[in-house]
């Protein structure tokens, strides 16, 4: 297994918190103050891109869980497990932005209406996900299983991301550029972007802490399995 | 490896599972009253508002088939552990998805038989009316426990090998099944209510979706669980 | 393994770990038609995981083997029909009968389940045939275990201290087991401590020393016991 | 015989009944994450109206300790089960109900640390409001896992012995429980309501008596139960 | 009992049954300080029945046994001081470690926990005694029950087949304490179907055929095992 070296991720990780400054300060300074919530709004520059990035998150878990189901190789386990830990993390973000949000600006902590709901509900199934590979000590059953359960787990995004629309939700429906004042576009894309970039560090860092363990591993396998004849 | 082979298989596990219950759980007579407890419990909590209840009666019957369910779904591969039956069940040679099938069905006429009673039950104590459209209401019942077990025959194969099955179950389960039990409750409501507003043969389907979808996903990903 | 061999078992460097152990570091043992050999080794060296990997229980972590032909990962469902295990539980269910558990591993494998009744009597369980496993002593059900592997009749015989719980008529079952699948072409592959009991059908030892089989030439360092250095010699 | 001896057996098995649950669950986050589940079926179950899920915020979250409470009941006995370590467990001389009370201790243990990840997330999702006679809500709190901790304790000695374990332990032990469970939840309820009618406290004298008559009981009892 | 006899061993047309079958009907058994001796008998005869009654784990139906004068039924507290049993199974905690198990055995006995690390030394498991038991070897997991014996120091040994699983090793382990035992007044009774690992230290043999003590003038029904007649003629 090659392991993934340092380098120029670091000056990667650093860019991205960079820019995420850069495209705060931005977003919050141009953005004008919402007609009904005022400066409440700008919590949207936060909010939004970590809803996003939870859904592409936890796509990447799909795509690698099913690459691992067919070809099996640990890499692809490894990956699918950071971007489930990334995932999990930007899940957990959104839901306390938006409770954060919801208290000012509906009056409630929290209301059982089908996004908020269904976008906890997501993230119980990647705790669960985080909490199997927990529980299973044997690597290659471990990464099986996590695959599995990962892949089956990724099947609730599109309801997440659909459930504005199917249910009568107090969430706000999608907007999309053309609803949208542009004012608040160009903060939002910004910002969607920052989170991207410290999405695709975090998997990769994380990505980099999993392959040198088994790195490690490996090199004791070569000093337990060395000086054999035959 | 013909179908008729398979078959074989798969009957053969589901009736061992079934002799197994029957003689380790003294018949049905305890699962019965587990689930009217639960069923009262609920009463407890949510009574004694005879309008309240009869609004809880969907939600707590769903519940109660839902926790009971998954002491039986552990319960089935946890028999296989002790001495050791699982090494020799996985010795047989042949396709894995025959002993999902098997347990699939066994745990399928375990759990309608605990509908039944629970549900029996229900009416009694939440004073439910019984709609005209009880065929309906049949076809949510048994659309909804398909859901249900196959999702937690499933689940089960994993939990219930790690060190913490009673706990791993649920946290894996009850959160994939939310939209199972969230349109298997809203029809049964609507239905109970009339179906006034005509949105149970939605939820109907909506169900219908996911029992095939997680029934085939299952099928195909159980050799994946199973063999390591 | 571009050359298949057809050897009963066919090991090359198999190695397992557990965690950041590694038990088995490469272990090469060829068995061959007709034989009857024993795997020896102290406590936890290992023998209990060799096996399993050979039943296709366990995958390696390394190396490669294969039963008749039959990769043991590649293509564990042919060398599943081929083999049979033994291992130290049971595998019973404790609610059925006697008769049941011989019924459904009849079923599992696609055999008639006629003449159940007479293989129970040939391991002595006539009496409680139709009695839960769960009051059984632990040589009955080690000689229900015995049963299934009868009824099975597979080629190649992997025991784990097969002999542990048995009286002598059990040792005696036992041995004519692995007797009759020797002359029928078949093999098999025996964890022991104890020799005594299989004195008389050995063909040879082997000995897991380090993670390896120990050189047949320089003594194990494993040392056989007392009282069964007798037996053997 | 001594106090000293007794007292050095009671903590041996709590200590140890502790780290096999912390090494067996990986800590209390799962544990979190099903309380939590519970919670959010049961808004599902009996919600979105706010109102009525508030009133019925005391019964979800006592169900939920309840019924995440069973699991770790039975837990605690089938630890002993497992490769026969009960019978070693007899084999120490000694008085016999110091195995219950360190069952107990360990128990109680977990039970609370449930409750307090149950009973904080069920303040954000029922909306509940702490009402200012909180210490009192705290006391409720207790006693009612005393009670339920003492019951659950008693009757998974006998039912995990038992084939039907995961169906016995609730058979018994609801019904046992109906009392606690009311005291605790009606308190509760009066408690989170502002306890405008001051009933609470007679609920809370009840709960006590009850604790106290059961403690009793068991400590007494128990030596019968896991004798044979 | 009216006159108290304070033999290791003294048991009384001990009975017991399960349902309506008597798998013990009237076992009278007396062993005397330093003995050592063998139970036999068929597989499903009751062996282990009779220690469990011994042990105070299972009451006898009808009948008496005491140990040391007292009672197995009145006086099982002082019974179980006095007496260590070995089982079938290693009943130890698979989440705790070697070093955990044997802790929390002193701590119930009221012993001190120091020189476990000595204790684990002497049985061979120092190396994994950090280690739980869950992954243990068969092998590994009896030396740890054995260490938990020495542990105890009991005054009666009572052995269900002690030396399966076991290598040489730990057979001559297993001896040792047998007869450290014996030396210190103490008696054993031992659970066996092959006797060779156990000649040597055996003093005597009984063995159980049809729920009773066979008369030991005409020999007795079950035979001998093959390899072990030698042992012990
Ligand atoms: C716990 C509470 C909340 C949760 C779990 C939550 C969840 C989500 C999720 C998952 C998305 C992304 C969905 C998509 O792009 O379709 C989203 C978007 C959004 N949320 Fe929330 N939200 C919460 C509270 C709030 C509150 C209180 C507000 C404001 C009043 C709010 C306003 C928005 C807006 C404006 C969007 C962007 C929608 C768009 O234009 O595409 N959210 N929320
Ligand atoms: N809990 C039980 N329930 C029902 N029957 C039992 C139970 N325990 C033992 N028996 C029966 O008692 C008989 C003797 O069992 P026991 O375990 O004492 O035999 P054993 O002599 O130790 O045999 P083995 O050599 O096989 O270990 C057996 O026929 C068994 O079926
Ligand atoms: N599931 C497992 N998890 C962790 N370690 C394991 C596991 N299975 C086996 N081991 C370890 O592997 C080693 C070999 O175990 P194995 O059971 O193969 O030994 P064995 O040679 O059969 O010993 P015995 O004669 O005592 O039966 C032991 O050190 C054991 O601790
Ligand atoms: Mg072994
Ligand atoms: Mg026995």
């Known amino acids: ?230 | 490896m013909t179908w008729n082979e398979d078959w074989g298989r798969i009957s053969a596990i589901a009736r061992k599972d079934l002799i197994t219950e029957r003689r380790s759980k003294a018949g049905f007579n305890s699962v019965a009253a587990l689930g009217v407890t639960m069923l009262v419990l609920f009463g407890f909590a949510f009574g004694p508002d005879a309008q309240a209840l009869r609004d809880a009666a969907a939600g707590a019957l769903w519940l109660a088939i839902l926790f009971a369910g998954v002491l039986a779904f552990n319960r089935s591969y946890q028999v296989e552990l002790e001495s050791g039956a699982l090494d020799e069940l996985l010795q047989y040679p042949g396709a894995r998805w025959t002993i999902y099938a098997g347990k699939l069905i066994s745990n399928l006429i375990f759990v309608s038989l605990m509908l039944a009673i629970v549900v029996a039950a229900g009416i009694v104590l939440f004073q439910i009316h019984i709609p005209s459209a009880w065929p309906m209401l049949l076809v949510t019942l048994l659309l909804g426990i398909v859901g249900l077990v196959t999702l937690g025959t499933f689940y089960a194969a994993m939990a219930s090998r790690t060190r913490a099955r009673e706990v791993l179950l649920p946290l894996l389960l009850f959160p994939m099944l939310v939209p199972v039990l969230l349109a298997a409750m809203s029809a049964s409501k609507a239905l109970l209510g009339g179906d006034l507003m005509h949105e149970a043969s939605a939820w109907i389907r909506l169900l219908l979706g996911y029992d095939v979808i997680f029934l085939v996903a299952a099928l195909f990903a159980f050799e994946h669980v199973i063999e390591v | 393994m571009d050359l298949q061999s057809d050897l009963p078992i066919d090991a090359i460097r198999v190695a397992r770990r557990f965690g950041s152990k590694w038990v088995l570091r490469g272990v090469s043992l060829r068995v061959h038609s007709g034989e009857v050999v024993g795997l020896l080794g102290a406590n936890g060296s290992g023998k209990s995981t060799m096996l399993r990997i050979l039943a296709t229980l366990l995958r390696p972590n390394a190396g490669t083997a294969s039963i008749y032909g039959h990769d043991v990962v590649s293509a564990a469902d042919e060398v599943r029909r081929t083999v049979g295990i033994l291992a130290h539980a049971p595998g019973l269910y404790d609610d059925l009968t006697a008769r049941e558990n011989l019924r459904f591993a009849a079923e599992m494998s696609g055999l008639p389940t006629t003449d159940l009744g007479s293989l129970l009597g040939e391991v002595g369980l006539s009496e409680v045939a139709d009695e839960r496993v769960r009051g059984f002593s632990s040589g009955m059900q080690r000689r229900l275990a015995v049963a299934r592997l009868m009824l099975r009749r597979p080629q190649l015989l992997l025991l784990d201290e097969p002999y542990s719980n048995l009286d002598s008529d059990g040792i005696v079952l036992m041995n004519s087991l692995i007797s009759r699948t020797a002359r029928g072409g078949g093999a098999s592959l025996i964890v022991l401590h104890e020799l005594a009991p299989a004195s008389g059908i050995l063909d040879r030892t082997v000995t897991i020393v380090d993670g390896r089989i120990a050189k047949p030439e320089k003594p194990a360092s494993y040392r056989v016991p007392v009282s069964a250095a007798g037996a053997i010699s």
């Open chain 1, 1 to 230: 297994m090659v392991v993934p070296r340092p380098g120029a991720w670091r000056w990667f990780g650093v860019f991205a918190f960079a820019f995420l400054i850069f495209t705060q300060t931005l977003a919050i300074l141009t953005s004008p103050p919402d007609r009904d919530m005022g400066d409440l709004e700008k919590i949207l520059y936060v909010h939004v891109p970590a809803a996003w990035i939870t859904f592409l998150s936890f796509f990447v878990v799909l795509a690698f869980s099913a690459r691992y189901l067919w070809k099996g190789r640990e890499k692809d386990d490894l990956l699918a497990a950071a971007a489930a830990e990334v995932g999990a993390t930007f899940n957990g973000l959104t839901l306390l932005l938006g409770m954060i949000w919801g208290r000012p600006a509906w009056g409630v902590w929290w209301t059982w209406d089908a996004r908020l709901t269904s976008t906890l509900v997501l993230f119980l199934i990647f705790v669960g996900y985080l909490a199997l590979r927990e529980f299973v000590d044997d690597a290659q059953r471990r990464a099986q299983w996590s695959a599995v359960v990962g892949a089956l787990g990724a099947i609730n995004v599109p309801i997440v991301y659909m459930s504005v629309r199917w249910w009568r939700t107090l969430h706000q429906i999608q907007s999309n550029p053309n609803t949208m004042d542009p004012a608040y576009v160009l903060g939002l894309r910004a910002n969607a972007f920052a989170f991207l970039f410290i999405m695709i560090y975090f998997i990769h860092q994380r990505y980099v802490i999993a392959s040198l363990q088994r790195a490690t591993e490996h090199a004791a396998e070569a000093v337990a399995l060395g000086g054999q004849q035959e």
